[in-house]
Nanobody
Framework: QVQLVESGGGLVQAGGSLRLSCAAS????????MGWFRQAPGKEREFVAS?????????YYANSVRGRFTISRDNGKNTVYLQMNSLKPEDTAVYYC????????????????????WGQGTQVTVSS
């Protein structure tokens, strides 16, 4: 089993930046993908970004965040990051990281159904 702990959330003004971290521990996940998702009140959980631990760290982004958010990983620290720039009020949500259900290569998955072992979430609030 994998344990995930997110951190780095907070309150920021529109146009500001935050960096989220997701520290993983437990079983080996080197061939898996890590994803960031978010859920705003009253809305479905939505995909934000994903990355492969290996194979060059292929990434995949939701259209709503592409060009503003950057996902990266530090294999030595077993940690995935989400750098969020040019934040908008509509980015307000609880952000979760998760490990993919299966190992693989290529573009990492972008559907929540393809992930398990979710973290507890971290709140991001962007004020206008």
């Amino acid at each position: 089993q994998v344990q995930l702990v997110e951190s780095g959330g907070g309150l920021v003004q529109a146009g500001g930046s935050l960096r989220l971290s997701c520290a993983a521990s437990g079983r080996t996940i080197s061939l898996y993908a890590m994803g960031w998702f978010r859920q705003a009140p009253g809305k479905e959980r939505e995909f934000v970004a994903s990355i492969r631990w290996s194979g060059g760290g292929v990434t995949y982004y939701a259209n709503s965040v592409r060009g503003r958010f950057t996902i990266s990983r530090d294999n030595g620290k077993n940690t995935v990051y989400l750098q969020m720039n040019s934040l908008k009020p509509e980015d307000t949500a609880v952000y979760y990281c998760a490990v993919s259900k299966t190992a693989g290569w290529g573009t990492p998955p972008g559907s929540a159904s393809e992930y398990d072992c979710w973290g507890q979430g971290t709140q991001v609030t962007v004020s206008s």
